[in-house]
């Protein structure tokens, strides 16, 4: 039997029937089962016309090209969906509550609007009064964005089914809530039910829908991580509170690079795009201090340098403490091990005090050199060059070893005015003739060389 003449539709789970019934047999919920409108546009309509129906791969490209990507004009909002938004598609914006994500996803509402797509913004945390308050503070009254303030899901997909949006943004996905299911909005049931609402939505209709998630204190998507295994983009708002550098994050991209960065900077008129990050992560730096570190990282597919600052003293008795912002803990443990066992440079007694200038969260291992150095900076009380910039991977048994993307973080520095860097021996080198490269097999020459130890 055919699905493709389906014209009913439970609201609770989203099965399809030819005819209408009390009782839906796929969820057992009640009254859950509405008549849709014939399925006729859309990507959707057009893949179950081809179902069935092997083709080859090759054919693809020429018989079902893919939608154009709609772009916002937001530079750094597109770089990390991939190159703009992908028709059809979901995706979830998670954060802290007050990091700015509904300032973020009005600005790119705003300026999706101003390229010419259609845009539906739906808040069910603001009144819409407020949310124009908002716009007016960003600037944003002239865009011709569509506004709503509303929570019940069933009203929100009538709507979005009438209008037929290119995007809608829903704000947030916990105060959604669907009266088949008999939680509180917010809930797990709520929160899974309503994104599958709307994701099936997405798919169906052709609307490329934005679903914002506040994080629990746990860091998940508060209630499920379903909701992420249900998008098909996960991005992350993050930021240190009290710094006005915000960093959108993707972690899980179907259609783009996963670890993809944007950088914002939280204004008085809202967030302004950041073009050259490692200018802003640096910019604080001044005279040589001991503890500081200049680390040349990749984020997602740009070089971003970043400065890594260390302070060590000494600690009262009982275990010493070690405090990490922007770093894994875990990292930290594995090098001090590394430079007390392999160096003989031990951190007992000490207190270790980690943290990433700027609010940036650094996951790449390549770090660990610049941390190293950092950490004996500080406890030498040696400052390193101010135009050194350092990466590389530490081992267990304390050899370097090389990093990708050699040529890119050395050139990057070169375009920052460093003159020096170190790296693991046996680097791919190139790229950038103005930078003095130091390559060192492991740490103990770092050690040696550096700190005279
Ligand atoms: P908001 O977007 O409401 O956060 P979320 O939706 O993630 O909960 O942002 C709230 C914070 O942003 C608030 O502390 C004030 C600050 N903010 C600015 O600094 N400048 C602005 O222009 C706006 C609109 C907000
Ligand atoms: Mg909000």
């Given amino acids: ?44 309509a057009k893949a179950l016309t081809t179902r069935g129906k092997a083709v080859p791969l090759s054919d693809l490209s020429s018989e079902d090209a893919p939608l154009p990507r709609l772009a916002s004009g937001m530079g750094e909002f597109d770089r990390v969906l991939g190159g703009g938004l992908v028709p059809a598609s979901a995706i979830l914006v998670g954060g802290d509550p007050g990091i700015g994500k509904s300032t973020l996803l009005l600005q790119a509402a705003a300026s999706f609007a101003r390229a010419g797509a259609k845009v539906l913004y739906i808040s069910g945390e603001e009144a819409s009064a407020q949310v124009r308050m908002r716009a007016q503070r960003l600037g944003l009254t002239d865009a011709p964005v569509q506004l709503g303030a509303e929570t019940a899901l069933r009203d929100i997909l009538t709507t979005l089914d009438t209008e037929r949006p290119a995007l809608a943004v829903i704000d947030s996905i916990q105060t959604m809530w669907l009266d088949t299911v008999e939680s509180a909005p917010g809930s797990v049931s709520q929160v899974r039910a309503a994104a599958h609402e709307l994701v099936t939505f997405a798919k169906r209709r052709g609307v490329a829908v934005i679903l ?6 746990e860091g998940q998507i508060a209630g499920p991580r379903v909701v992420e295994h249900m998008v098909d983009t996960v991005l992350y708002f993050e930021g240190e509170r009290g710094h006005q550098f915000r960093i959108l994050r993707s972690v899980k991209n179907r259609f783009g690079p996963a670890d993809e960065i944007g950088v914002f900077e939280m204004t008085g008129a809202g967030l302004s795009e950041v073009a050259n990050p490692s200018a802003l992560f640096l910019s604080a730096r001044d005279a040589p201090a001991p503890g500081s570190a200049v680390f040349a990282g990749i984020e997602g597919t740009r070089p971003v340098l970043t400065e890594i600052q260390a302070l060590v003293s000494p600690a009262p008795p009982g275990s010493p403490r070690r405090t990490v912002v922007g770093l894994d803990s875990g990292r930290l443990s594995t090098i001090l091990a590394v430079l007390e066992a392999r160096c003989g440079i031990p951190f007992t007694g000490l207190d270790v005090f980690l943290n990433v200038a700027g ?19 500080a406890r030498e009380d040696v400052a390193l060059p101010t135009d050194m910039v350092l990466f590389g991977e530490i081992s267990l048994s304390g050899a370097l070893r090389p990093v990708g993307q050699t040529e890119n973080r050395l050139k990057e520095a070169q375009k920052l005015g460093f003159s020096q860097a170190v790296v693991p021996a046996r680097s791919r080198l190139g790229g950038a003739d103005a930078i003095r490269v130091r390559e060192m097999t492991d740490l103990t020459a770092v050690v040696g060389e550096m700190f005279g130890a």
């Avoid at 019934?21 to 990507?43: F, H, M, Q, Y």
């Avoid at 914002?212 to 204190?217: D, E, L, P, R």
């Avoid at 609010?359 to 900076?377: C, K, N």
């Fill in 359 to 377: 609010g940036l969260r650094v996951s790449e291992p390549a770090a660990d050199l610049a941390v190293a150095a950092a950490l004996l900076s």
């Fill in 1 to 44: 039997m055919s699905k493709t003449s389906a014209s009913f539709t439970c609201t609770g789970c989203g099965a399809s029937y030819r005819k209408w019934a009390g009782r839906c047999d796929a969820c057992g919920a009640w009254n859950t089962i509405v008549e849709e409108a014939p399925l006729s546009k859309g990507p959707g």
């Fill in 212 to 217: 914002v998630g506040h994080v629990t204190k």
